[in-house]
């Protein structure tokens, strides 16, 4: 059965820090895996996205993912942390043709 | 703009009276669907639809109906609300093959059951 883990409820850091927010998988056959982020009164938005190719997969705001197929993992980036960044971020993984399963979410704070 | 509309955005009921809550794209999407988000649960997914006329199941199902009439709405159906439907819901949608691509969320639906 797909799965996906999102290891840590809350992550703080200091903003102009890297920032890394976590995400294992488990899933039969190649992976399509997905992040989100949901800001305070509002729906989803997609990042980014890993299909198939580079490893390391832009999306939006500056964030990046690297899909580490040994490790199972797919942890979101980003060099520089912004006040703005801060919000709740879901991994997702392709379940079936038809559906994904969400992780439970990770909090990111970032710290003035 | 391209969107995902959902209505009510807040909404307090007691058990037992029937709610619709609405939603619709306006992104000619084929594929759309309804979760509903809980802290520390993420979101499950309740329905989804490939298209028109076409809806299936999906985690938590028990106490949902759907309907896909036109391409561009989905409205999640409560017949007889309890408490332990209370929570956020999110409509989403995308192209076909909702799995591969990324999906629109609309901004949520906020349903207190007394």
């Known amino acids: 059965a797909q799965s996906v883990a999102q290891p840590e409820d809350q992550v703080n850091v200091a903003e102009g820090n890297p920032l890394t927010v976590k995400c294992t998988y488990s899933?039969?056959?190649?992976?399509?895996l997905f992040w989100y982020v949901q800001y305070p009164n509002r729906g989803l938005q997609f990042l980014l996205k890993?299909?198939?190719?580079?490893?390391l997969v832009k999306g939006s705001y500056g964030f990046e993912a690297e899909f580490n197929k040994s490790q199972t993992s797919f942890h979101l980036k980003k060099p520089s942390a912004l006040v703005s960044d801060s919000a709740l971020y879901f991994c997702?993984?392709?379940?079936?043709?038809?559906?994904?399963?969400f992780g439970s979410g990770t909090q990111l704070t970032v710290l003035p | 703009e391209a969107q995902v509309t959902q209505n009510p955005r807040y909404l307090i009921t007691v058990t037992g009276k029937k709610l619709t809550v609405t939603c619709s794209q306006n992104?000619?999407?084929?594929?759309m669907s309804w979760y509903r988000q809980d802290p520390g649960l993420g979101l499950r997914q309740i329905y989804y639809?490939?298209?028109?006329?076409?809806?299936d199941k999906g985690d938590v199902p028990e106490g949902y109906k759907v309907s896909r009439k036109e391409k561009r709405n989905f409205p999640l159906i409560l017949e007889s609300p309890s408490p332990n439907q209370t929570s956020l819901y999110f409509c989403?949608?995308?192209?076909?093959?909702?799995?591969?691509?990324?999906?629109?969320f609309g901004p949520g639906t906020r349903l207190t059951v007394l």
């Open positions: 997702a993984v392709r379940r079936s043709a038809r559906q994904l399963t």
């Open positions: 899933v039969s056959g190649n992976p399509y």
């Open positions: 639809s490939m298209n028109v006329e076409v809806t």
């Open positions: 890993y299909i198939t190719g580079d490893n």
């Open positions: 992104m000619n999407h084929e594929y």
């Open positions: 989403a949608s995308s192209l076909s093959q909702g799995a591969r691509n990324e999906q629109f």
